[in-house]
């Protein structure tokens, strides 16, 4: 079964990568409805926080159920590899649920994502809502033709609430069914110009670290997203020339560039902005950039719906991204 489900997967990849198509969307929340939240990644250390975000869903009408492996360790992780492919499969399987919450990222997705069946995901499609590392599931989803949610995850919920509430309700409208237009002030360094597109991405890193396997997208007439945490401006370069000369910026139709946070100093100075080092790379293609979209490792984490479609325009006053399906 694995076997002909995986050249199902490659056909759909080249189907994918060669047309427009409709990614498909799963039900959207109703009150009643099941949430499930598992940890396919990183050590949860603040379990208070997954039990905040439970009580937050569960008050607002939902159930929420936590995997068993959620609060397990080991070492780096939330489980051993097993344990924590062994929970997300449940939740893939779920007959009924319709979201599956990764409770936090870290590292680790990479490690569990091809032991993994999603013949009954497909069956029974759910939203998987995540950043950072689950960047990994976000990309197997686009190239199974499906939409998922970056979006904070119940780890957020370590913050003050105040803090992340925005984001939590931004996350619950997407979750009900609403299409979010955003608006912000634009960047001096952003490249005005509208574009229409599916958008895709996520973590800067992960992207980078998924090209030449399964789990790499087609960039083609799509507009790309790229965050990143922790990393030297020398590395964040390097990510973007490794994903430039894989043709992701030559082939997408724009960019958006979200929070790019604690970006560790080199010494000698690297002599650039992260504005600057995109731009280096990007100016040739013409397309619209922007720049300081409110989603990634911040408080202010923005739901964003990839495998929609989307309008981006960028002036040099405004800017708006508008999801259209």
């Given at each position: ?6 050249l ?25 409805d ?24 569960e ?42 919450w ?56 370590k ?28 960047n001096?360094s952003?490249k ?7 958008l ?5 890193t992960?992207?980078?670290n998924?090209v ?9 007439n ?11 401006k020398?590395?964040?370069d390097?990510l ?86």
């Amino acid at each position: 079964m694995k076997t002909y489900f995986r050249l199902i997967f490659f056909f759909v990849i080249t189907t994918m990568n060669s047309q427009n198509i409709t990614f498909k969307t799963p039900d959207f929340l109703q009150k009643g409805d099941t949430i499930l939240i598992v940890s396919p990644a990183g050590i949860i250390k603040q379990q208070d926080a997954i039990q905040k975000a439970k009580e937050t869903f569960e008050n607002w009408g939902y159930n929420v159920s936590i995997g068993d492996a959620v609060f397990n360790e080991y070492h780096h992780f939330a489980g051993t590899d097993d344990e924590r492919s062994k929970d997300f499969q449940w939740a893939l399987d779920h007959p009924t649920a319709k979201v599956i919450w990764c409770a936090r990222g870290g590292y680790g997705s990479v490690r569990i994502i091809d032991q993994l069946d999603f013949n009954n995901f497909a069956k029974h499609p759910k939203w998987i809502v995540g950043y950072s590392d689950i960047t990994v599931f976000h990309n197997q989803l686009h190239n199974l033709g499906f939409q998922s949610i970056h979006a904070p995850m119940p780890i957020n919920f370590k913050e003050n609430y105040l803090a992340i509430e925005e984001s939590i309700e931004q996350l619950h409208y997407i979750l009900q069914g609403n299409l979010p237009h955003y608006k912000i002030r634009s960047n001096p360094s952003n490249k005005s110009g509208t574009c229409k597109g599916v958008l895709v991405g996520g973590n800067l890193t992960i992207l980078e670290n998924m090209v030449g396997t399964n789990s790499c997208f087609s960039t083609k007439n799509k507009i790309l997203f790229i965050e990143e945490i922790g990393e030297y401006k020398y590395h964040i370069d390097r990510l973007l020339r490794a994903l430039d000369r894989k043709g992701y910026f030559e082939e997408c139709a724009g960019l958006v560039v979200g929070n790019f946070t604690d970006t560790k100093k080199n010494y000698p100075e690297f002599g650039q902005t992260i504005e600057e080092i995109i731009l280096s790379l990007v100016e040739k293609y013409n397309i619209p950039v922007l720049f300081d979209f409110p989603a990634g490792h911040e408080l202010k984490n923005l739901g964003l719906i990839f495998g929609s479609e989307i309008y981006m325009e960028i002036d040099k006053n405004n800017s708006s991204i508008q999801f259209i399906k």
